[in-house]
C-alpha cells in the first residue's frame, strides 16, 4: 500500500522512519522535486502575484528578474531579499497583498497552472518502477496540498515538505527531513530543482543535485549541479543514470 504524503510542524520529523522503508531493497532510491519552475510552469502566476502585491501597498513593481531571483524561498524571507529597504510592516503588508492575489487567481475556475510537458508521465514512471518520491518546496502547506489536489499526485508523493515545515532553502532542512521520513542515507536520493537555492540545499544535503533550465534561474545560477538537463527526456536519461549507480553501490 502507498503511504499517504507526510508532512509536518514546524520544524519537527517523524521520530522513526516512515513504516516499511527499512524493509524495501537496500538499494532504494529517492527522486525529490521542487515544484516551482520544475515541475509547475508557475512563472507568470508569481510575476503577476508580485507586480499586484506592489500595486496594492503603494510600491513599484519589481522585474521579472527581481522576483525569479527568489522564488524557492520562504515567501516572507523572499520579500525581504527583494525589498531590502522596507520596514517590516511594508514586508507583512506585501505578504499579505501577494497570498490574496494568488488566492483570487485559483478562485477562478478558468485558472490553472500548467505542467511542465512529460512531468506527470515521470513522477508516474518513477513510482510504478519502485521510487520514493519527496517534495521539497518553497510553498506554504496550503500550497502544496492545492498542487496535490490540482494534479492528482496524492498517492505519488511519500512525503511532502514546504517553507512552513522549518527553515527555508537553502538550508538543507527540507531534504533532510524527506530523507529522514523514509529512513534514507543521503547517496540514496537525488533533488531535482531549478535554482541555485535547490543546488546549494542539497550541497548541504549531501545529496546529488541534477538542475533543470526551464524553470526560473539560468544554467549559470547553477554551475556547480552534478547534471543539468534542458528536457524531461534528458531527466529521465539522468535519473536512470544515478539509479544505477546506486544499485552497484
Request: net charge negative.
Amino acid at each position: 500500500m502507498t503511504p499517504k504524503p507526510l508532512g509536518f510542524g514546524k520544524g519537527d520529523c517523524p521520530p522513526e522512519p516512515l513504516r516499511g522503508a527499512r524493509a524495501a531493497p537496500e538499494r532504494i532510491k529517492m527522486a525529490v522535486f521542487d515544484v516551482d519552475g520544475t515541475l509547475v510552469d508557475s512563472r507568470s502566476s508569481i510575476f503577476r502575484a508580485a507586480t499586484e502585491a506592489a500595486e496594492a501597498t503603494g510600491l513599484t513593481p519589481p522585474s521579472y528578474d527581481q522576483v525569479r531571483a527568489i522564488v524557492g524561498i520562504s515567501l516572507f524571507e523572499a520579500i525581504v531579499h527583494m525589498l531590502p529597504d522596507h520596514d517590516e510592516a511594508t514586508h507583512r503588508a506585501y505578504l499579505e497583498a501577494f497570498q490574496a492575489s494568488y488566492v483570487r487567481m485559483h478562485e477562478n475556475s478558468q485558472f490553472c497552472e500548467a505542467l511542465y510537458a512529460g512531468a506527470d508521465d515521470l513522477l508516474r514512471r518513477l513510482k510504478s518502477d519502485g521510487w520514493f518520491l519527496g517534495m521539497a518546496t518553497g510553498q506554504s502547506r496550503r500550497g502544496v496540498n492545492r498542487c496535490l489536489d490540482s494534479y492528482d499526485w496524492h498517492d505519488l508523493f511519500n512525503v511532502t515538505f514546504c517553507a512552513d515545515d522549518g527553515p527555508s532553502k537553502p538550508h538543507p532542512h527540507m531534504l533532510q527531513a524527506n530523507l529522514k521520513a523514509l529512513g534514507l542515507d543521503p547517496h540514496q536520493a537525488v533533488m531535482i530543482g531549478d535554482t541555485g537555492h535547490d543546488m546549494r540545499m542539497a550541497r548541504e544535503a549531501r545529496v546529488h543535485f541534477i538542475g533543470v533550465s526551464w524553470g526560473f534561474h539560468t544554467v549559470e545560477e547553477m554551475e556547480q549541479a552534478d547534471h543539468i538537463v534542458h528536457d524531461f527526456n534528458e531527466l529521465t536519461a539522468a535519473l536512470g543514470a544515478f539509479s544505477k549507480v546506486v544499485s552497484h553501490g
